[in-house]
């Protein structure tokens, strides 16, 4: 079976910065996109990033962009975010999620729990 | 952006009646549409890929078409662990979108 475990979030004051990780198990991992998805509090899914299975290729959203590092280790088998100049705005919970391919963005067939990021002064 | 707009916010409907969800793209999307189902507390589900693919244990009361730019998820026979959200994404082009969602509740 897939897994994916978000960890990482907490309360950060606005400015601060904070990374999140998400081990995988169960399938193969480097043959897979993965993305970043949050859900503000009450609110909808919005997209943040997607990273190719090799890494080469990485895409943000426009509010992500600049600020928010995807990446990951395949050695690992682990997938990241590192997420720095926080705003309020930024509060919602981040779910990572395994894409159906390889390269680019697809449906995404596995989530994890997802992990709360709150940032308040 | 490609801009998902779903359709009705909130669908009240009895268990056993069918439901019918509908999500139209601001531009086409050539079939690069899927559906996900969460509820409450619980990480998003994928149901439909390609616009009428279920995916791996999808029930099939759950059935995605297409008609240009219009999808509709429909829900055939409710069951009482159907009611949640449904929200629709589109992955032709970045950025990925998703719609706003549609809530099914009991009536």
């Known amino acids: 079976d897939v897994q994916l475990v978000e960890s990482g979030g907490g309360l950060v004051q606005p400015g601060g910065s904070l990374r999140l990780s998400c081990p995988a198990s169960?399938?193969?991992?480097?043959?897979?996109?993965m993305s970043w998805v949050r859900q503000a509090p009450g609110k909808g899914l919005e997209w943040v990033s997607t990273i190719s299975g090799s890494g080469g290729g990485t895409w943000y959203s426009d509010s992500a962009e600049g600020r928010f590092t995807i990446s990951r280790d395949n050695s690992k088998n682990t997938l990241y975010l590192q997420m720095k100049s926080l705003r309020v705005e930024d509060t919602a919970v981040y779910y990572c999620?395994?894409?159906?391919?390889?390269?680019?963005?697809?449906?995404?067939?596995?989530w994890g729990q997802g992990s709360l990021v709150t940032v308040s002064s | 952006e490609i801009v998902m707009t779903q359709s009705p916010a909130t669908l009240s409907v009895s268990p056993g009646e069918r439901a019918t969800l509908s999500c139209r793209a601001s531009?086409?999307?050539?079939?690069?549409l899927a559906w996900y189902q969460q509820k409450p507390g619980q990480a998003p589900r994928l149901l439909i890929f390609?616009?009428?693919f279920r995916a791996t244990g999808i029930p099939d009361r759950f059935s995605g078409t297409e008609s240009g730019t219009e999808f509709t998820l429909t829900i055939s026979s409710l069951q009482s662990e159907d009611f949640a959200v449904y929200y629709c994404q589109q992955y032709l082009d970045w950025p990925l979108t998703f719609g706003g969602g549609t809530k099914v509740e009991i009536k």
């Open positions: 531009q086409s999307v050539t079939s690069n």
């Open positions: 169960g399938f193969s991992f480097s043959s897979y996109s």
């Open positions: 390609g616009a009428y």
């Open positions: 999620a395994k894409d159906s391919q390889a390269i680019g963005g697809h449906e995404l067939v596995s």
